[in-house]
């Protein structure tokens, strides 16, 4: 199965993630939604920054999903792996104020990090706030011009 994950451009996480400063990539819900129960370790995913092209992949090496979350189960996941989340201790409350309220994550342990070429999409269908698309193959949403 191919993702693809849609980043901040402003946390740099895709450059964090091909220098391995980030090996975990992780998504907070209050719903259980996609990636939910739809990734799995040799999984592929795709890396864009929102509003330009795919830039990087990386395979799954592992997935944990936590659901029940309260504040203090929140902290501690981030307090135990901010590292590997690609976080300095500078802005990690700021990440874990932003994630409190949230009843689910999902980790995703990364390899295999590398620059792509890059490749631009089409998300119709996918809903226009999507951060995460789940699909077959990266073939079929990729834009030819």
Known sequence: MHHVAIMNPKLKFIEKILSEEKTIETRWYKHRIAPWNKIFPGDEIFFKNSGTDITAKAK???VEQYDNLNEQKVREL?????????LNSDIKDQFASKHIDKSYAILIWLKDAKR???MAINKSGFGNAAAWLTLPRIESILRID
């Open 60 to 62: 799954v090496l592992k």
């Open 78 to 86: 981030i307090d135990k792996n901010f590292k590997e989340f690609g």
């Open 116 to 118: 792509t070429k890059p």
